[in-house]
């Protein structure tokens, strides 16, 4: 009895819609404006997210990432998370590095050390780059790729440098840069070799390795007055086992260096990408609230039109009355035709979504990440929207009274 009675709305409000096909048009746009917008925003967020972790999933479980709790930074740089990286002062000295190197269940361990300065080549403009001090063995604890030429190693340490791909650009005009010279802070440094040019600017080192000079740790400290600052050390264990108890070791030796402050943290498996995801997140959620908006009005709208359309159909709502329908009948055909028009604007939304972010991801770093979970939120606010916008002109039909209504519409 069910199951007839709700095709039969379903077939009425599909010819009710039908008959007001330009309205109805305007109700799904509404609706597809406001569903694409948070589709998109969903999608570029989350492929973000995904290139974080497939970065440390080929790094291995056994990654462990030492930070410092506060660090000084550019307060112009807090919204981009590439910056993250770019301190000035840091709790982390060489003394923590020689402890890390101690303990008997790391395998190996590289500092990342940031130096303030400019490159230029010749007599060209300075080449806006982060210039990285490190180890050789920073390769093994980040997804690092060289296209051309060597890394940093113990015979090639003094004044020798490796170059993202568009640094390479920037300093020569081509990445076959291995050979060349340039001036960073002016001293003469050779190009020894050129990092593969990344899929994304985004990773757990917070580093744009595309626009940035590697230099050894040692030329680092000699621009520092000898002093090691360092901003982070990427651990690797010997056994993924011992992780959870390598970081409570590696905490306490560290704070007990610090004269038992515990001013650093010690990162391991989604905590390394906590950080960066806070940020992204913090700005998905703003503008996820801006897209709401606009559902949200398209909910006003849809609401709108169906209240004119109560208007118009009075009599028909009289007849149906007056021939037995029950108030609970009228009520479920107009919500059901709210529910039609959310639904489809829905679906067109979602879809509509999804285009946006594959072409605005053409000029982004990163492709978006595609989930059923994005499919189901879409599906289901757009259904919200059309419960929580329909019910109102539902009930308003269906508590017309058919005398009033035939009465009304002569």
Same mark, same amino acid.
């Given at each position: 009895?069910?199951?007839? /009675?709700?095709?039969?709305?379903?077939?009425?409000?599909?010819?009710?819609?039908? *008959?007001? *096909?330009?309205?109805?048009?305007?109700?799904?746009?509404?609706?597809?404006?406001?569903?694409?917008?948070?589709?998109?925003?969903?999608?570029?967020?989350?492929?973000?997210?995904?290139?974080?972790?497939?970065?440390?999933?080929?790094?291995?479980?056994?990654?462990?990432?030492?930070?410092?709790?506060?660090?000084?930074?550019?307060?112009?740089?807090? @919204?981009?998370?590439?910056?993250?990286?770019?301190?000035?002062?840091?709790?982390?000295?060489?003394?923590?590095?020689?402890?890390?190197? $101690?303990?008997?269940?790391?395998?190996?361990?590289?500092?990342?050390?940031?130096?303030?300065? @400019?490159?230029?080549?010749?007599?060209?403009?300075?080449?806006?780059?982060?210039?990285?001090?490190?180890?050789?063995?920073? @390769?093994?604890?980040?997804?690092?790729?060289?296209?051309?030429?060597?890394?940093?190693?113990?015979?090639?340490?003094?004044?020798?440098? %490796?170059?993202?791909?568009?640094?390479?650009?920037?300093?020569?005009?081509?990445?076959?840069?291995?050979?060349?010279?340039?001036?960073?802070?002016?001293?003469?440094?050779?190009?020894?070799?050129?990092? $593969?040019?990344?899929?994304?600017?985004?990773?757990?080192?917070?580093?744009?390795?595309?626009?940035?000079?590697?230099?050894?740790?040692?030329?680092?400290?000699?621009?520092?007055?000898?002093?090691?600052?360092?901003?982070?050390?990427?651990?690797?264990?010997?056994?993924?086992?011992? /992780?959870?108890?390598?970081?409570?070791?590696?905490? $306490?030796?560290?704070?007990?260096?610090?004269?038992?402050?515990?001013?650093?943290? %010690? /990162?391991?498996? $989604?905590?390394?990408?906590?950080?960066?995801?806070?940020?992204?997140?913090?700005?998905?959620?703003?503008?996820?609230?801006?897209?709401?908006?606009? /559902?949200?009005?398209?909910?006003?709208?849809?609401?709108?039109?169906?209240?004119?359309?109560?208007?118009?159909?009075?009599?028909?709502?009289?007849?149906?009355?007056?021939?037995?329908?029950?108030?609970?009948?009228?009520?479920?055909?107009?919500?059901?035709?709210?529910?039609?028009?959310?639904?489809?604007?829905?679906?067109?939304?979602?879809?509509?979504?999804?285009?946006?972010?594959?072409?605005?991801?053409?000029?982004?770093?990163?492709?978006?990440?595609?989930?059923?979970?994005?499919?189901?939120?879409?599906?289901?606010?757009?259904?919200?929207?059309?419960?929580?916008?329909?019910?109102?002109?539902?009930?308003?039909?269906? *508590?017309?009274?058919?005398?009033?209504?035939?009465?009304?519409? *002569?």
């Amino acid at each position: 009895m069910i199951r007839p /009675l709700l095709f039969e709305h379903i077939a009425t409000a599909r010819e009710s819609l039908r *008959r007001t *096909r330009t309205r109805t048009m305007l109700s799904v746009i509404g609706i597809a404006i406001g569903v694409a917008s948070i589709t998109a925003i969903l999608a570029l967020s989350g492929g973000i997210t995904h290139v974080i972790d497939k970065q440390i999933k080929n790094t291995g479980d056994n990654l462990l990432i030492v930070k410092p709790k506060v660090q000084t930074a550019d307060s112009a740089n807090f @919204t981009n998370p590439l910056s993250a990286n770019q301190y000035t002062t840091s709790p982390l000295d060489e003394s923590d590095l020689e402890l890390v190197y $101690k303990n008997e269940n790391v395998k190996m361990a590289a500092p990342l050390m940031t130096v303030g300065g @400019t490159v230029k080549y010749n007599s060209g403009p300075p080449v806006n780059a982060t210039i990285l001090s490190t180890t050789p063995s920073f @390769t093994e604890t980040s997804p690092l790729v060289l296209s051309d030429g060597q890394f940093i190693d113990s015979v090639t340490l003094e004044n020798t440098a %490796v170059l993202g791909a568009q640094t390479a650009i920037d300093l020569f005009g081509t990445e076959q840069a291995v050979g060349k010279s340039f001036k960073l802070r002016g001293e003469n440094f050779t190009t020894i070799g050129v990092i $593969k040019r990344q899929q994304s600017p985004i990773n757990y080192n917070n580093v744009d390795f595309d626009s940035s000079v590697i230099i050894s740790f040692d030329s680092g400290k000699l621009f520092n007055h000898g002093i090691a600052q360092i901003q982070q050390i990427n651990v690797i264990a010997s056994n993924s086992a011992n /992780l959870e108890k390598l970081r409570d070791q590696l905490t $306490k030796v560290i704070s007990k260096n610090h004269s038992g402050d515990r001013d650093i943290n %010690v /990162l391991i498996g $989604k905590e390394i990408t906590t950080p960066t995801n806070q940020l992204f997140n913090f700005m998905r959620t703003m503008l996820a609230m801006i897209a709401g908006i606009s /559902l949200v009005v398209g909910g006003i709208g849809v609401m709108n039109i169906m209240l004119v359309s109560v208007a118009e159909r009075v009599r028909e709502i009289g007849l149906r009355k007056s021939v037995g329908a029950t108030t609970g009948s009228i009520a479920a055909q107009f919500l059901i035709e709210a529910l039609i028009t959310c639904s489809i604007g829905g679906f067109i939304g979602f879809i509509s979504g999804y285009a946006v972010a594959f072409t605005a991801s053409r000029f982004l770093p990163y492709d978006p990440l595609f989930s059923w979970d994005i499919l189901l939120t879409a599906l289901l606010l757009s259904i919200g929207i059309g419960i929580i916008f329909g019910l109102y002109p539902a009930i308003r039909a269906a *508590r017309k009274q058919p005398i009033e209504s035939l009465r009304h519409s *002569r």
